[in-house]
């Protein structure tokens, strides 16, 4: 494909990825809201299509701008929609309930529109993104931060219900939504996804600290936050294998540390960070 065809590939999917997204954001509203046999018919197969388009996107914008794509924030926040959408996909295929979808779609409604609207093809890049050990440290990275979102969604929708079920209002939330003991499952789990893989890019990140700086350690803001976020997570999966933590204390412990995520991703990100592009 010439580059000129593949520039307007790129610029043509920027636009159509959070059209995308929106139409099965209100796919997945109507299947939750009211049950809609149009939408039953086509939810699977709008997020199958959307998530191959999303990958199509990707893999042009890696291969026309010669570069892993996570130059910026921006490259950053489009990889990340990807990977949430991408596990929430397998979760929902795996389990074969479609209503939690409503609640992680906006997730990736989101960070596609904040990557659309400011995204542009870099000038100037690093030869560091090309480095193996840098790819595994920002694609394990982000898969982390997936598993935390979508810990923290599960979070979000768990506590809803169980102050519904505490206060006998058994309307929609109760009616849609999997049991108590599901949502506490996915919460969990998700929250064991994201630590993993943070982990193992924390490692990557040390490495890298390594190799080109020479040290183990930088007092970064970037990589302090995001130890900060580790040590929550740590002691979320920590305390409910140990000590008997409850769903609830779960559920809000990995909605503060998505919390700390966003922040890093963000505030930090734009601001702070001295040798960080985004992770």
């Known amino acids: 494909m010439r580059p000129e065809i593949m520039d307007s590939a790129i610029r043509a999917l920027n636009i159509v990825l959070p059209t995308l997204y929106a139409l099965l954001w209100a796919d997945y509203a109507l299947l939750f809201f009211r049950n809609d046999p149009f939408a039953e ?15 199509w996107y990707l893999m042009l914008r890696t291969v026309a701008y010669d570069h892993f794509p996570a130059a910026t924030v921006f490259e ?9 959408i991408a596990l929430y996909t397998l979760i929902e295929w795996r389990i074969g309930v479609r209503t939690t979808g409503f609640f992680v779609i906006g997730i990736v409604f989101f960070f596609q529109v904040v990557s659309s609207a400011f995204v542009q093809a870099p000038e100037s890049f690093s030869a560091l993104l090309w480095d193996p050990v840098f790819m595994l440290h920002v694609s394990t990275a982000l898969l982390g931060y ?29 009616k849609q939504l999997p049991s108590l003991e599901v949502m ?9 996804l994201g630590l993993v893989f943070l982990t193992v ?26 130890f900060i976020a580790w040590l929550i997570y740590g002691l979320c999966v ?30 930090v990100n734009l601001v702070f960070t001295r040798f960080h592009a985004f992770v």
């Open 201 to 226: 890019a924390m490692v990557g990140g040390i490495l890298l600290l390594v190799e080109v700086y020479g040290t183990y350690w930088s007092w970064d803001p970037k990589l302090m936050i995001t």
């Open 146 to 174: 997936s598993g935390m979102a979508i810990s923290a969604m599960y979070g979000v929708v768990y506590l809803m219900l169980f102050y519904d079920i505490k206060k006998h209002r058994f309307g929609l939330i109760y």
């Open 76 to 84: 950053a926040c489009s990889v990340l929609a990807f990977s949430v």
């Open 238 to 267: 920590a305390a409910t294998r140990f000590w008997g933590w409850s769903a609830k204390h779960v559920a809000i412990t990995s909605i503060a540390g998505f919390a700390v995520i966003l922040f890093s991703l963000v505030f």
């Open 184 to 192: 506490a499952s996915f919460t969990y789990r998700s929250a064991i």
């Open 41 to 55: 018919r086509t939810a699977k197969h709008l997020l199958r299509f959307s998530v191959l388009a999303h990958a």
